[in-house]
């Protein structure tokens, strides 16, 4: 019942932009801390932002400066706002959600690939 379906991903040039997109379904949006999280091949999955319900927001030191994280409550969609891509930036993203109360849930989604490559 619980879906996140990420979207937005593709092949750019180094410098170039991208918007991620996740729509959630199956949650109370709003309850949730959105997060975008990615896996670059041989590597664990690492944090890249994340936004509360508050809309406070919290960056890898990687992404500092040049991606930003946003959600639309009416949409039910985090966004992932990437600019000035770099090729240690290729990875598979994924969309998280979680909550703490009155359940500790959290949820993934299936993915998108990001390719930063001349």
């Known amino acids: 019942q619980v879906q996140l379906v990420e979207s937005g991903g593709g092949l750019v040039q180094p410098g170039g932009s991208l918007r991620l997109s996740c729509a959630a379904s199956?949650?109370?949006?709003?309850?949730?801390?959105m997060g975008w999280y990615r896996q670059a091949p041989g590597k664990q999955r690492e944090l890249v932002a994340t936004?509360?319900?508050?809309?406070?927001?919290n960056y890898a030191d990687s992404s500092k400066g040049r991606f930003t994280i946003s959600r639309d409550n009416a949409k039910n969609t985090v966004y992932l706002q990437m600019n000035s891509l770099k090729p240690e930036d290729t990875a598979v993203y994924y969309c998280n959600a979680a909550r703490g109360w009155p359940e500790m849930d959290s949820y993934w989604g299936q993915g998108t690939q990001v390719t930063v490559s001349s």
């Open positions: 199956g949650i109370i949006f709003s309850s949730y801390a």
């Open positions: 936004i509360t319900r508050g809309l406070s927001t």
